[in-house]
């Protein structure tokens, strides 16, 4: 039977091939990159993520009014104009709002003889109360008939409905508005008479999207009330085709969302619109007199006074990074009416073209950022992802001012943050891994906790100071000078067998001398029993020489025996070196009398010998757990003199 090829085979070539190349420090930059871009993909999925995008593309319209000057260009901003109800006109009425509708019908009537192209009522008098007699005919009061007549007569006019979410059930105006829309011959056919006054709150209760078409009673689709004005003035049915979900305006497409809205693209801040006080358009019709700046307009009747609530926060609101919507950017809802009918009439839709959608960016992005970062420096990273950040903005807000479109911000953002943590701190960790392999783990994870402790400052400190040689090694070596492969492999394989028991025990391999190696206990890490520790690891030396034997024979060294010797006293240990090249070391008497302790287990004939410091810092516990209840052996070592040693013996 055919086996299969490549990695399935376990060929040993494929897999270190591909190990070197995920070890290339640019190839893991680059997945790196495709791993953010994932992470990514997953946090796309939580309403969170689409709500801070949001957040974050709110101040792309104050960023571009800043450059436009103040607000967008808008063929539209000097096409409509709104007639504001406010505290002065209540107070020169005299009369509750639910009394006005005399003088609101005078002043839609005279809206519409001053040439206004449409008229909207942002304001309703709800439907229950048609049958109040001062409502219905008060001589104190006047008919709210005249309404009513006013719309039938005059045309062009929209009155409010509204459709909330169940189990709210539909708002409409009191009858007597509602003598054109409740007669079938005067109707207007393509439903432009009312229209829905809803909002669209998302979850921060900002007002970022208008609804342009509701589904109202008995799933009858009906025009949001800026869709039918803005029908009205261009004198263009409006349609639903509810097989594309799309809204045409004449042939023009609307590009709503799944949900039927669109995206308020903002002419300005509150106040942007011009507006006229409702009691001046009335004293005008009473008296008979034109109001030139209506003309060609579509006028728009709404409260502006705060009192009637009906103030909300837009993307001029957001304090951007106080997360609490601003009371000054707040804005009346007939001024959000104004906006989304300058949207539609402007065709200024907010849309996200093919070419910049987020995805393909992504993906090019994160690796491209993956790999730079991991050619950097952490200075240069942190000024390349700022750079990032900063210029992925310019762009959104360019995009939106030139374009109308909209650039996906939450996301790239934080693929930029997210790339460059992950990048340095997989540098961090590499050099993590580098710096405990070429010291010691106990070093690394000491300078992790207490950098300080590389500071050209010494300190003097109880250790126990190990020296481990390899017997018969220098005739070893001479035997295959020309084999320096052989040398090097033996060499890893011993260093391989014996290190894991040295960290173990606590020990610090302060440095490796050809075959030998100098070993700290107590230092850098403290260790109260460091003596103990360091027989112990001397111990599990000698026996992890012994198991690994066989493959030292292999290795063309049959019966590798090695000498430990060990000795504690007080030295001076730290950082040794210039600020560009430092190491960590123990240096006095005790690294001295070790030296000569490892030398002289030769003579001795042991492979283990302790010190008179090493047997005074253990306990007697620990002398009579490692047999050292023996007089000492006196030894003359050269540099050192006369020093007891004890001799330890390891079993089989």
């Not at 505290?87 to 005279?110: N, Q, R, T, Y």
Request: hydrophobic fraction near 45%.
């Amino acid at each position: 039977m055919r086996q299969p090829t490549g990695l399935a085979t376990g060929n040993p070539g494929h897999r270190m091939r591909i190990v070197k190349l995920l070890r290339h420090n640019r190839i893991r930059g680059i997945w790196i990159g495709f791993f953010c871009v994932g992470l990514v993909a997953i946090f796309s999925q939580f309403p969170i993520f689409t709500g801070l995008d949001d957040w974050l593309f709110d101040s792309r319209f104050t960023t571009r009014d800043d450059w436009e000057g103040g607000t967008r260009p808008s063929r539209s901003r000097n096409q409509i104009i709104i007639i504001s109800i406010d505290e002065e006109d209540f107070d020169s009425l005299a009369k509750p709002i639910v009394f006005m509708s005399p003088e609101l019908g005078a002043v839609i009537a005279h809206a519409r003889h001053s040439g206004a192209t449409a008229v909207g009522v942002d304001m309703m008098i709800p439907n229950s109360l048609s049958t109040v007699e001062a409502i219905i005919d008060s001589r104190k009061f006047g008919k709210a008939t005249a309404v009513g007549k006013a719309v039938r007569d005059v045309g062009h006019v929209v009155l409010p409905v509204s459709f909330p979410p169940p189990p709210r059930k539909s708002r409409w105006p009191i009858d007597q508005w509602l003598l054109k829309y409740r007669d079938p011959d005067n109707r207007d056919p393509w439903g432009r008479d009312v229209g829905s006054i809803d909002l669209a709150e998302d979850a921060d209760h900002f007002i970022r999207r208008a609804p342009i078409v509701r589904v109202g009673d008995e799933r009858q689709v009906y025009p949001s009330f800026t869709l039918a004005l803005a029908a009205w003035e261009a004198d263009q049915p409006w349609r639903w085709d509810p097989d594309t979900k799309t809204v045409l305006l004449g042939e023009d497409t609307i590009p709503v969302a799944a949900d039927g809205t669109i995206a308020i693209n903002w002419v300005g801040p509150p106040g942007t619109f011009s507006t006229i006080p409702f009691r001046q358009v009335l004293a005008a019709a009473q008296a008979g007199e034109p109001v030139p700046e209506l003309n060609g307009k579509i006028a728009l009747i709404g409260t502006t006074d705060p009192a009637f609530q009906d103030y909300h926060a837009t993307p001029y609101s957001n304090g951007y990074t106080s997360f609490r919507p601003s009371a000054s950017g707040r804005m009346a809802g007939v001024e959000i009416h104004a906006n989304t009918i300058a949207t539609i009439r402007d065709r200024a839709f907010i849309t996200t073209p093919t070419r910049l959608s987020p995805w393909p960016w992504l993906l090019v992005t994160g690796p491209l950022l993956g790999l730079v970062f991991a050619r950097t420096n952490l200075i240069a990273g942190l000024i390349i992802a700022i750079g990032h950040h900063v210029g992925w903005k310019l762009l959104a807000a360019y995009a939106l001012m030139t374009g109308n479109w909209r650039v996906d911000l939450i996301g790239m953002l934080s693929l930029g943050a997210l790339t460059c943590a992950a990048s340095f701190a997989n540098r961090w960790l590499v050099l993590r891994r580098v710096l405990g392999a070429v010291k010691s783990q106990a070093l690394a994870k000491a300078l992790e906790e207490n950098p300080s402790r590389l500071d050209l400052a010494g300190e003097n400190r109880t250790v126990t100071v190990m020296f481990v040689d390899i017997r018969g090694f220098s005739t070893f070596s001479a035997e295959v000078r020309n084999e320096p492969a052989k040398v090097v492999t033996l060499l890893n394989a011993y260093f391989s067998a014996v290190i894991p028991g040295i960290e173990k025990s606590g020990g610090t391999v302060n440095q490796f001398m050809g075959d030998g190696m100098m070993i700290l206990f107590n230092a850098p890490m403290e260790y109260p029993d460091h003596a103990s520790r360091a027989i112990q690891a001397a111990r599990g030396m000698i026996r992890a020489v012994r198991d690994h034997a066989a493959e030292f024979e292999k290795l063309g060294l049959p019966n590798l025996r090695i000498g430990v010797g060990i000795n504690t006293g007080t030295c001076t240990v730290g950082a040794v070196g210039a600020r560009t090249r430092l190491d960590y070391t123990a240096i006095g008497d005790v690294t001295n009398a070790a030296a000569r302790l490892e030398a002289a287990t030769k003579e001795v004939g042991a492979p283990i010998l302790i010190g008179a410091g090493t047997y005074a810092a253990l306990t007697p516990e620990e002398q009579k757990a490692n047999a050292l209840d023996f007089e000492p052996q006196e030894l003359t070592l050269k540099g050192v003199g006369k020093l007891k040693v004890w001799p330890i013996q390891v079993e089989s």
